[in-house]
Every structure is written in C-alpha cells, then in structure tokens.
C-alpha cells in the first residue's frame, strides 16, 4: 500500500470531470440563476473563467514542486505541524463534501426512481459501492473512470441536443439579468463551486511530471467548464427566472420535458443508470482521497482499518439535514462560502510562502559557495 500508482493525463482529466462536472446534475444551474438571473449563463462562464486563470497562476508556483502534493509541500514548509494542520483541513473539508453529495445524489436518486424507499436504503446502496471501491484499490477506479467519463460526455452532449427545441432566448433576456454588480462582484464568489480543484493539489504524486498535471489541469477545467455553462445555459432557457430558481434538481426538471413522438417518454428514468454511475465515480474518489489524505497526514502503514468507519461518519452527517431543501442550502449556502479557502487560498498561501522560503535558501547557500571560493 506504500507504493503510488502513477496515470497518465487521459486519466487525469477524467477524474478531474467526474469531480467538478458532476455538480451539473445537481443544483449548480439553479444557484447561478438564484445570483445572475436570466444571465447564469454569464455568470457561469465568468466564474468558469476566474478559476481557469487561478489554476494557470497555481500551476506556476507548482514548477518548483513536481511529484509533490499540497500537503508534501506544507511538511516541506513547517515540518510535521504543518502537514498534519494541512492534512486536517482537508480531511474536514472532504468529509463534508462527501457528505453533502451523498445526502444530494440518494435524494436524486429517490425522485428519479425509488420514491417509495427510504433515504437511508437509496444512500445504503452508495456507501456500499464506496467501500467496495476503496477496498479494490484507487488504479480499479481510476481505469473504470478512463472509460465512463467519455461515455458519459457523449450521452451529456446527446442530452443538451435533445433540449434545444425547447430553448427560447427570449428566456435570457435582459442579458445582464440582475445586473453587473450581482455577475461580476457578488458572483466572483461562485468560484467556491469549483472547490474541487483540491483534487489538483492531491494529483502531483499520482502524475509525477508537471507537463501532465497542466496539460489535465488546462484542458480538464475547460472541458468542465463546456458542461457547466451549456447547461446552465439550457436551464435558463427553457425555465424562466424566477422559475429557475426554485427547481432543486436542475437537470432532472429538463429530462422531464425530453420527448421523442409518441414512445419515447420519461428520458429521466433511462438517465437512472447514467446519472446513478456518475455519483458513484464522484463518491468513491472523494473518499478514495478522504483515505488517501488521512494515512498520509499521519503517516499510517495502511488506511484498509479506516474504511468502515470513515463510511459510517459520512452516513451520519448526511442524514443530519431532515429535507433535500435543507441538505441544498447548507451545501450551496453555508460549506461553498468557505469552501474556497481551503481549496485556493490555503495551497496558494503554502506555495508563496514555500517559492520564499526555498529562494530565500538558495541565495543563502550561493552566497555562502562564493565565500567560500573567494576565500580560496
């Protein structure tokens, strides 16, 4: 279990995908419209693009860091104490992630298909297929990724082309919605709804050489960009503001209206399996990493003892919220309001400081070199 397996940038950009694309099946268009209005759309690709430029300015304090993960660094930086703070805050960080998803994806899951069942029996399922997954080991699920995600991308972009006859730009007007302040000021804040760029900052040891980590960087960003903004741009185009903003499962209100004559009807019901698919590779890498981080953190021999209850502590608080509504607010409202500072501020404070402190040294070292041969 000491041995790190290494992927290339195919694999890379798909689990980046599954864990900042996944949120479009979920609430992601209707938080936009809550902000921008009929201009989510705008908002979207102005949040899309924030975070695109953040992660080019990341990826350059990275260059001095390659195979290293945030947490390597922040050891590198303050010895022991800071690793484990470091580690600490993203343990926190990804328990709460988990949490949240797996409360929102069994409620999905139980509208689409299981209304009669109890939430703790559709969320039994996920938890099952989590511990399944992290007993199997991270290179099964990277490789199953490799080749879902693409499938899913091909039946996502088949989804969008079946909504445009029912798209109305008048929808989308006034282009600026409620306004440039609430787009571009308030809404810079939306960046927390990429929050799991962290998974960036854990991928260093994985992909060793930093030309792979950028190339999945750049063009993952891009490509979960493409699906967040196309579909935020459907939402808002066929529900209008303020109607928008009331749906709390975006993407399976538009699944609804999908048709095709007579005998295709209720496409929600054939995306069960798509949809169940995607939160399973987004639940089981998150906790894959939960793992991953909680051995490294405190340098354990083996995280295998620590699967069950890890499983049982995100089961738990995901059954704290009593309603979906509430499970949502807290999410969007409450954890996306700080998230961003674990996920941007931390590794962007650690790596400055270590760029400083690793240049502080090696003017120190070559000045001592020089008076040393100036002595000789």
Same mark, same amino acid.
């Given at each position: 279990m000491n041995n790190i397996i290494t992927f290339g940038s195919h694999e890379a950009i798909c689990l980046l995908i599954t864990m900042i694309s996944t949120k479009a099946i979920l609430n992601f268009p209707s938080t936009m419209a809550? #902000? %921008? !209005?009929?201009?989510?759309?705008?908002?979207?690709?102005?949040?899309?693009?924030?975070? @695109? +430029?953040? $992660?080019?300015?990341?990826?350059?304090?990275?260059?001095?860091?390659?195979?290293?993960?945030?947490?390597? #660094? %922040? !050891?590198?930086?303050?010895?022991?104490?800071?690793?484990?703070?470091?580690?600490?805050? @993203? +343990?926190? $960080?990804?328990?709460?992630?988990?949490?949240?998803?797996?409360?929102?994806?069994?409620?999905?899951?139980k509208t689409m298909g299981f209304t009669m069942s109890p939430i703790g029996f559709v969320m039994l399922f996920f938890v099952l297929g989590m511990i399944i997954s992290a007993y199997k080991g991270f290179e099964a699920l990277i490789r199953f990724q490799s080749i879902l995600v693409p499938i899913t991308v091909i039946s996502f972009s088949l989804f969008i082309i079946a909504l445009i006859p029912s798209m109305r730009i008048d929808n989308i007007k006034p282009i600026l919605g409620l306004g440039p302040f609430n787009i571009f000021v308030k809404g810079a804040l939306r960046i927390s709804d990429f929050s799991e760029l962290i998974f960036l900052f854990l991928l260093p040891p994985f992909v060793k050489k930093s030309s792979v980590y950028n190339k999945a960087g750049f063009v993952g960003l891009t490509i979960c960009s493409v699906v967040l903004i196309s579909l935020t741009f459907s939402f808002v185009s066929i529900y209008p503001y303020p109607v928008s903003i009331e749906a709390l499962l975006p993407a399976y209100e538009l699944a609804r209206i999908i048709k095709f004559g007579r005998f295709f009807e209720r496409a929600e019901s054939i995306l069960v399996i798509t949809w169940a698919t995607i939160a399973f590779m987004y639940l089981s890498t998150s906790f894959y990493f939960l793992l991953h981080v909680f051995k490294k953190t405190f340098d354990l021999q083996y995280f295998q003892p620590l699967i069950m209850p890890l499983a049982l502590v995100i089961m738990s608080l995901s059954l704290i919220p009593k309603r979906l509504i509430s499970s949502i607010s807290l999410e969007a409202d409450v954890f996306r309001s700080i998230s961003w500072i674990i996920a941007f501020v931390l590794p962007v404070l650690i790596l400055i400081i270590a760029r400083a402190v690793s240049r502080k040294k090696a003017t120190t070292l070559l000045e001592s070199a020089r008076s040393v041969i100036a002595f000789l």
């Open positions: 809550q #902000i %921008g !209005g009929p201009a989510a759309w705008i908002l979207a690709i102005y949040v899309s693009i924030l975070v @695109i +430029i953040a $992660f080019y300015f990341i990826s350059k304090l990275y260059s001095k860091f390659e195979g290293k993960d945030i947490i390597d #660094i %922040g !050891g590198i930086l303050g010895g022991k104490v800071l690793k484990i703070l470091t580690g600490v805050l @993203i +343990i926190i $960080f990804l328990i709460a992630l988990s949490s949240f998803y797996l409360r929102n994806f069994s409620e999905e899951m």
